[in-house]
C-alpha cells in the first residue's frame, strides 16, 4: 500500500503529516517555494518551483507521477486540478475542495448562497473605491481580508472612514496568488470561535467530527488553542450538521477544519480549509486517539476511521520569532524539557520574522481539569523560550 503524495506546501502542518505519513510507509515528495522548507526536511525528497506557474506545476506533476496530491497552502494554481482528476491522479479533498476552499470567494458563496448556511453579510471589492461602498453596504465595524490568504495576513478591520485606504492597501500586501480582490465582512457580535475539525471518508463510512476547539486570535492568527471548546449541545449539532453539508458538497475524503462564529443567536459559519488547521496542533498533545495529521492520511488512503475519541484535555501556545534572522536559534528549551504534561515542538523554519511561528507548547491533562488551568499553562511556557536572531 505503498503510495506517492505529493505535497504542495511544505510548513510545519506540512511537516507533521509527513511524519504521519512515513510511520506507515508511504512516499512524500515536499514542493515549495523555497530551500529546507519544514517538510522537506523529513520528507523522501523536494522540489522548489513556484506554485502559481502552472507549466511548473505541470512540470513536476509528470515528473513525479503521484498518486495523491495534497495542498497545503492557497497559492496554488488549483483550476490545473482538475486535468490531474482527469488524469487518474487524487486531488485531496478533491479538485472542486481545493478550488473553492483556496478563494474566500468561491467557498463563501457555496455556504450562503447554495447551501443557505447562516454567515456573516458580506460583499466583495476590487478596488479602494469599490471597498467604500462595501463598507457603506455592510456598515461599521466590518472586517476586511484578502481572497487569498492565510493565518490572517492582509486582514483588518475597519472602524472608520481613516481606516478604508489602510485596510486595502494592508490587504493587497498579504494577498496570496494573483487575485486583487477582498471579502468584506459585517462584524459577527460572537462570544467564542470554534474550529470543528470533520473527517470525510470514502467508502460511504460516515462523517466523523473531533470535540470541537476554541481559540484565541491576535493580527488575525491564532495564538492558543484548546480542545475541547465549550458549546451547547444545540450549538454543537448546527455546527456539525453545517460541517456535513459543506464538506459533503465539495466532495473527496480528508480532514477538514471548519471554523464558525457562536452567537447568542446560534451558530455561523466562518471559513474552511480541505486540510489540517494549524489550532488543530492541539492534537498533538494527544488529546485524541488519532492527531489531526492521522485523521487526514487515514481518511485519504482509504483506511476506515472507526471513531475519534477524546482522551484527554489539553491547549496549545505558539512560539514567535520577534526579529529577523537567517539563522534563528531558540534558547529557553532546558526550562520547558522537564515539565510534566508538557511537550513543544520546534518547526525547522530556515528564517525568521517578527510574529513567524517557529514552534508550539503542547500541554495536556484529565478529561476532569478544567480547560483553563490547561490553556493558561500552555500560554505560560511558551513564553519560556526565546527565538534569538
Not at 9 to 24: D, H, N, T, Y
Not at 43 to 65: C, P, Q, R, T
Not at 213 to 222: A, K, L, S, V
Amino acid at each position: 500500500m505503498n503510495k506517492k503524495i505529493l505535497l504542495l506546501g511544505s510548513g510545519e502542518l506540512g511537516k507533521e503529516f509527513v511524519i504521519a505519513a512515513q510511520r506507515i510507509g508511504q512516499t512524500v515528495i515536499a514542493v515549495d517555494s523555497y530551500e529546507n522548507a519544514p517538510a522537506m526536511q523529513v520528507a523522501h525528497g523536494f522540489e522548489v518551483i513556484n506554485m502559481l506557474d502552472g507549466a511548473e506545476l505541470d512540470s513536476i506533476i509528470a515528473k513525479h507521477n503521484p498518486d495523491f496530491i495534497v495542498p497545503e497552502i492557497e497559492a496554488i494554481r488549483t483550476e490545473r486540478f482538475y486535468d490531474y482528476e482527469k488524469q487518474g491522479i487524487t486531488v485531496v479533498p478533491s479538485a472542486k475542495a481545493a478550488n473553492f476552499t483556496m478563494n474566500r470567494k468561491a467557498i463563501r458563496d457555496l455556504a450562503s448562497k447554495e447551501l443557505g448556511l447562516r454567515t456573516a453579510n458580506y460583499r466583495y471589492a476590487t478596488s479602494s473605491e469599490e471597498l467604500q461602498k462595501a463598507v457603506t453596504e455592510v456598515g461599521m465595524p466590518c472586517v476586511v481580508k484578502p481572497l487569498m490568504s492565510s493565518s490572517g495576513k492582509g486582514q483588518s478591520t475597519i472602524k472608520s472612514e481613516e481606516d478604508i485606504s489602510k485596510a486595502w492597501n494592508y490587504a493587497v500586501e498579504g494577498s496570496r496568488g494573483d487575485v486583487v480582490e477582498v471579502i468584506v465582512e459585517a462584524f459577527v457580535n460572537f462570544h467564542s470561535e470554534i474550529t470543528l475539525l470533520t473527517v470525510s471518508q470514502n467508502n460511504d463510512l460516515p462523517t466523523l467530527f473531533c470535540a470541537p476547539i476554541g481559540h484565541r486570535q491576535e493580527r488575525g492568527d491564532y495564538q492558543e488553542s484548546w480542545q475541547p471548546a465549550k458549546i451547547s449541545d444545540k450549538d454543537l449539532f448546527e455546527a456539525q450538521d453545517m460541517a456535513e453539508k459543506v464538506t459533503e458538497a465539495l466532495g473527496g475524503a480528508g480532514l477538514f477544519g471548519v471554523e464558525f462564529f457562536l452567537t447568542d443567536e446560534g451558530v455561523y459559519f466562518s471559513e474552511l480549509s480541505p486540510r489540517p488547521h494549524d489550532t488543530g496542533m492541539v492534537t498533538l498533545a494527544n488529546t485524541q486517539n488519532f492527531n489531526e495529521f492521522e485523521l487526514h492520511l487515514r481518511a485519504i488512503l482509504s483506511l476506515p476511521i472507526a471513531q475519534i475519541t477524546l482522551e484527554k484535555n489539553g491547549a496549545s501556545a505558539v512560539i514567535l520569532a520577534s526579529e529577523n534572522s537567517n539563522n534563528p536559534t531558540f534558547s529557553g528549551v532546558e526550562n520547558i524539557a522537564g515539565l510534566p504534561k508538557t511537550d513543544f515542538r520546534l518547526f525547522g523554519k530556515p528564517t525568521s520574522r517578527p510574529y513567524r511561528r517557529m514552534g508550539v507548547v503542547l500541554t495536556n491533562d484529565t478529561l476532569e481539569t478544567p480547560i483553563e488551568a490547561i490553556t493558561e499553562r500552555a500560554k505560560e511556557t511558551a513564553k519560556l523560550i526565546t527565538v534569538n536572531s
